[in-house]
């Protein structure tokens, strides 16, 4: 069974930084994307930024220029950069990596990112 677990997230002052990182615990898997997403209170979730295994990478609009994500694929890896963050970056964020042997995606439980303005 796949394992995602998620790091880094905490309270920072708008315009501070933060950086996420997720891991999956099956080194025998090969995962395809990987990406994270966030759940604001009362909102759906979305997709903040995404990588495949050779490195094409998207991003929200609202997070362009600001966020970048970046991936160690023999490690099952990604991180999230997230400079100058803003109140309404606040939310729960969760990395999803999608695994070629079962295609199916694996979540992580979330990691609480605050941003106070």
């Known amino acids: 069974q796949v394992q995602v677990e998620e790091s880094g997230g905490g309270l920072v002052q708008a315009g501070g930084s933060l950086r996420l990182s997720c891991a999956a615990s099956e080194m025998f898997f090969d995962m395809d994307e990987m990406a994270w997403y966030r759940q604001a209170p009362g909102k759906q979730r979305e997709l903040v930024a995404s990588?495949?295994?050779?490195?094409?990478?998207k991003y929200s609009d609202s997070v362009k220029g600001r966020f970048t994500i970046s991936r160690d694929s023999a490690k099952n890896a990604v991180s999230l950069q997230m400079n100058n963050l803003r109140p309404e970056d606040t939310a729960v964020y969760y990395c999803k990596a999608f695994a070629v042997q079962t295609m199916e995606d694996y979540w992580g439980q979330g990691t609480q990112v605050t941003v106070s303005s």
């Open positions: 990588i495949t295994r050779i490195g094409v990478t």
